[in-house]
């Protein structure tokens, strides 16, 4: 049955026989069941709150490699890190044309009695910004330090989450975003490393910023870095050594 609600079309059925929207709804459902503050803080940390916990993993890390690692690790860990916020925004420009293209309404404007957490989402839901950000962060740390990264993904599967819970984006939103985020962390990381690492080496050298890369409590070592071991999307990896810098 199809009705107008805000002046847009909706779906009453649930629709069994499209996975996606069923899960939409089981998920969107324990929103219905929960007390309302347990929504308010689903919604703040949805919206806010780990993308504001990814940054705090992204210093955790950089404080992490800059006081354990000797110079060598401790550029091409940086290295990484600063390629993080930078794949983000990459992602999030590419997902511009694709949202476009696709031209998904969100979840809400199709299907009745979903609980909505935040209002005010009216472009297209296909991908997820949310998902597509969270993930390249974490794929680009994950690629600097394993243990620091492990803990970024977590928080990126937590948001995808978030996303489908707050009434905001279907499944296969999230999933679109942890494959965008992924694949441009990925895929241009040997590229960024290239061009960043040369950077973090000249900020390394300098007598004012250097500590910014190595503290004083850091075991000397060479300028010259080695590639990181980046995962490499097909099978294997990239770089020499599979050394992992959070041992």
């Not at 990484?80 to 930078?86: I, K, Q, S």
Request: aromatic content about 8%.
């Amino acid at each position: 049955m199809a009705g107008l609600a805000n002046g847009f079309p909706v779906t009453e059925a649930r629709s069994g026989t499209n996975p996606d929207v069923g899960l939409l709804y089981d998920i969107n459902g324990l929103a219905k069941d929960a007390p309302g503050w347990f929504d308010r803080v689903m919604s703040f940390t949805g919206e806010y709150g780990i993308m504001i916990a990814l940054v705090l993993v992204v210093l955790g890390c950089w404080w992490s490699v800059r006081r354990r690692g000797t110079t060598e690790d401790s550029v091409s860990a940086l290295a990484g890190l600063v390629w993080a916020p930078l794949a983000a925004g990459i992602a999030l420009l590419i997902n511009i044309p694709i949202r476009g293209f696709v031209e998904r309404p969100r979840p809400f404007l199709d299907h009745q009695g979903l609980e909505v957490l935040v209002a005010g989402k009216t472009d297209f839901s296909f991908v997820s910004d949310h998902s597509t950000m969270a993930m390249a962060i974490a794929a680009a740390v994950f690629i600097a330090n394993r243990r620091f990264g492990a803990a970024a993904l977590a928080l990126a599967a937590a948001e995808g989450f978030c996303r489908v819970y707050m009434g905001v984006h279907y499944p296969t939103d999230v999933i679109g975003g942890f494959a965008l985020g992924t694949a441009v962390a990925l895929l241009l990381a040997p590229l960024a490393l290239a061009l960043l690492t040369p950077l973090v080496s000249a900020v390394a050298a300098s007598p004012r910023l250097g500590r910014l890369v190595r503290s004083r409590r850091a075991g000397a070592g060479r300028l010259v870095t080695e590639p990181l071991d980046i995962p490499d999307p097909r099978g294997g990896r990239r770089g020499p050594g599979h050394k992992d810098l959070a041992a």
